[in-house]
């Protein structure tokens, strides 16, 4: 099985499905990890020089981060529902979860100072947008873009409808050479509706070092340490991705394979 399509692993006893740390995917930024908790559970975890960003992909919890109660944060039954709900932990602090009903969260990371407070990310703080056109159009929940606080991290949730293409044309972000373009390691939390289903995602670079086309099935998570890295839901199935990407500086900017840049001339 290729190293970039990661299949989640039975809780443990956390109830962790997914651990990837820049470690174990061979790069330097981006952490992930995703928890299913019955309801009842607590999850508590120290930042160190690193700070989260606590997606709760569906379920209520009760959150904390440092000395601050947020209170019970959540409510849509899946990630495919809209509204979703964040906390966002800094880096050299604490942060803490009860789960008030079953629930799954996504834990996202990257280097920080801690420069920033604590803060709850509400759906009315997402910003919505629809990108694409035809069976290219899909639909962005924009949790933590570059317009709001954060050292690091970009997190963003994609609805891609029935039979329709991500993340394209195919584009990439893996050079620091700004203004053109950024560098930005990026993980793919994949899920289907109905789940029985799959997606295809390629990773490639332009020389061909590097060309990989992967069946991701729901709950798997795909690594894009670079090049292009399109993705098609199927006829029949309904796909959520959530992205989180983070590299040397905070800035998505992106790089079209000249090949197909000509359907957005």
């Not at 959540?74 to 009903?101: C, K, Q, V």
């Not at 991701?216 to 199935?237: C, E, F, I, Q, R």
Request: with cysteine.
């Amino acid at each position: 099985m290729s190293k970039l399509l990661v299949k989640p692993s039975n809780p443990n006893a956390d109830g962790r499905i997914h651990s990837i740390t820049p470690a174990s995917a061979g790069w330097t930024y981006v952490g992930f990890e995703v928890y299913r908790l019955e309801a009842g559970r607590s999850l508590r975890q120290e930042t160190g020089g690193r700070e989260a960003c606590i997606v709760i992909l569906s379920g209520k919890a009760r959150v904390a981060a440092g000395a601050e109660d947020f209170g019970v944060i959540g409510g849509r039954s899946s990630p495919f529902e809209p509204d979703p709900w964040s906390l966002y932990a800094p880096a050299r602090s604490n942060w803490s979860l009860h789960a008030e009903t079953d629930c799954e969260i996504a834990v996202c990371t990257a280097p920080a100072e801690g420069k920033l407070p604590a803060r709850v990310i509400r759906p009315d703080q997402v910003g919505q947008e629809t990108r694409g056109k035809g069976t290219n159009t899909r639909h962005v929940r924009n949790i933590l873009p570059e317009t709001e606080p954060a050292e690091s991290l970009l997190v963003v949730e994609v609805i891609t409808p029935s039979g329709h293409w991500s993340s394209y044309p195919p584009h990439k972000h893996d050079r620091d050479a700004l203004p053109n373009e950024s560098l930005l390691e990026e993980t793919y939390y994949h899920r289907l509706n109905p789940p029985s289903g799959f997606a295809l995602q390629r990773v490639y670079t332009d020389d061909r070092s590097l060309d990989e086309t992967l069946a991701a099935s729901d709950g798997d998570v795909v690594l894009v340490p670079k090049g292009y890295h399109p993705v098609g839901a199927p006829h029949g199935y309904e796909l959520y991705y959530l992205n989180v990407m983070a590299g040397p500086k905070r800035i998505w900017k992106f790089h079209n394979d000249p090949a197909h840049e000509w359907m957005v001339a």
